[in-house]
């Protein structure tokens, strides 16, 4: 094959600019790394105050993830420091916002188991709450929103005693508004999940049960949207287990608050089985 002239002059400047494009690559990507190391023994030797200075730089600026590595690094290297106190509250803030409620529980029970009294308890117990109210809900909960008395009722309960908690032991807290509205949705989301479960039974036959649930909504969760609905529940499955007294209770109780419910037509015509 014969190769011209100006072609092999061509082919020899490209391939020294690929030499040069490598070799350049090549120290900057040492470049990078040896600058790496130096900013990380650098940062070895930064004192307390300057490691909790820059995590909640980082964290002012919306940056969990970067405040987070800075937080641990202080908790790492002076555990029992004069910044280890809010830097714990702090970090378990930050697992709560990069979506790690794990870690932000484990934080967050032990700021509370060591530090009882101190000053931002209040906000403890409403990061606590706020922690377990998102737990259990994944992504795909975010863009298709389910039920949420359909999940474990532990965690809403467990939010539910975080944020009574705060209403509690700091009724001048800032927090307190917040918690109650979260309050009462969680106590609405545990009595229709109770409501749900005494639907099950009274499918399956398990009358006993699902008037004992029933009742259970309407003695423990009172004045939420459920009840009417567990007073429904309670005088069927009296009825058909022949309870004609408990069923004409409830019944009158039915009529009485909820004139207009739509199922009082229901629960008259149920028949013994």
Known sequence: MCV??????????????????????????C??????????????KWP????????????DFGSCTGAIEYYEKLQARYPFGIYTQQSQIELAYCYYRTDDP????????????????HPNMAYAFYLRGLINFGRGRGLIDRWLPKDGSQRDPGLSLESFNDFSEVVKTFPESIYVTDARLRMRFLRNQLAQHEVNVANYYMRRGA?????????YVVEKYQQTPSVPEALVLMAKSYKILELNELADDALRVLELNYPNHLRVEEVKQTEVQ
């Open 4 to 29: 011209l002239p100006n072609m092999k002059i061509t082919i020899k400047k490209a391939f020294r600019s690929l030499t040069l494009l490598l070799l350049a690559i090549g120290i900057s990507g």
């Open 31 to 44: 470049g990078y790394f040896q600058s790496q190391s130096d900013r990380d023994r650098e940062e070895g």
């Open 48 to 59: 307390e105050e300057r490691l909790y200075r820059m995590a909640k730089e980082k964290l």
């Open 102 to 117: 794990n870690m932000a529980m484990v934080t967050i029970d032990r700021f509370i188991k060591l530090y009882p009294s």
């Open 207 to 215: 009358y006993v049960a699902s008037a004992n649930r029933a009742r």
